[in-house]
């Protein structure tokens, strides 16, 4: 399995408050990508990153940020928290843009 | 827009009963199409990609196939532990800050002892 951790895997929030998830890899990896999946809707990408301090916006990047400070490190932050941000988060990572993606053990994240 | 479907929903075998599980796409110019399969409660594990119309893949039980419009993937004589979501996804050649890459809503197979 490829080494990817997602950190916190639950985490219950409330309205207003930031919150920041963490996806940790050990593949060394280029690429990494952010998505959520929700019933009805399927995997969306939020945020990818195609190096350090490089990234871009997806298709469901508003009131979402990303950082990547180190290769193995990308952090989604959800600057003021929705409850339609409820949703749970996967992570993924590749060697190349797009192809044979990896993906995390997943956060399920709850905002009331 | 990119778009991506696939059918049945939701799919129900006894086992060894083999079927086809549709990937319908509608793209600008297609680069890339996966499969990916998912357990509930983790993430998608990947399982093929396809890059032109006519290429296949296998792993065991599972055939992926490619025409220009969509893509199949064939399961022979299912066993119950294939019961998963199987998802597609397409890349087109138009590379529009992310919106090139779409997943698609995927079938929810049940493979039943």
């Known amino acids: 399995d490829a080494g990817i951790t997602q950190s916190p895997r639950h985490k219950v929030t409330e309205t207003g408050t930031p919150v920041t998830l963490r996806c940790h890899q050990t593949?060394?990896?280029?690429?990494m990508y952010w998505y959520r999946q929700d019933p009805g809707h399927g995997l969306r990408l939020i945020h990818y990153s195609y190096g350090v301090k490089d990234t871009d916006k997806g298709e469901v990047s508003d009131g979402y940020s990303v950082s990547r400070s180190k290769t193995e490190d990308f952090l989604l932050t959800l600057e003021s928290a929705t409850s339609s941000q409820t949703s749970v988060y996967f992570c993924?990572?590749?060697?190349?843009?797009?192809?044979?993606?990896?993906f995390g053990p997943g956060t399920r994240l709850t905002v009331t | 827009e990119d778009q991506v479907t696939q059918s049945p929903e939701a799919l129900r075998l006894q086992e060894g009963e083999s079927s086809s599980l549709n990937c319908s796409y509608t793209?600008?110019?297609?680069?890339?199409l996966f499969w990916y399969r998912q357990d509930p409660g983790k993430g998608p594990e990947f399982l093929f990609t396809?890059?032109?119309a006519g290429e296949e893949k296998e792993k065991e039980r599972l055939k992926a196939t490619l025409t220009k419009k969509e893509s199949f993937l064939h399961i022979t004589a299912p066993k119950p532990e294939d019961s998963a979501t199987y998802l597609c996804?397409?890349?087109?050649?138009?590379?529009?800050?992310?919106?090139?890459?779409?997943f698609g809503p995927g079938t929810r197979l049940s493979v039943l002892p």
């Open positions: 396809l890059y032109s």
């Open positions: 593949e060394n990896h280029r690429y």
């Open positions: 993924a990572i590749s060697a190349l843009l797009w192809y044979e993606q990896y």
């Open positions: 996804a397409v890349q087109s050649t138009f590379d529009n800050y992310g919106q090139n890459f779409v």
């Open positions: 793209v600008s110019g297609l680069r890339g």
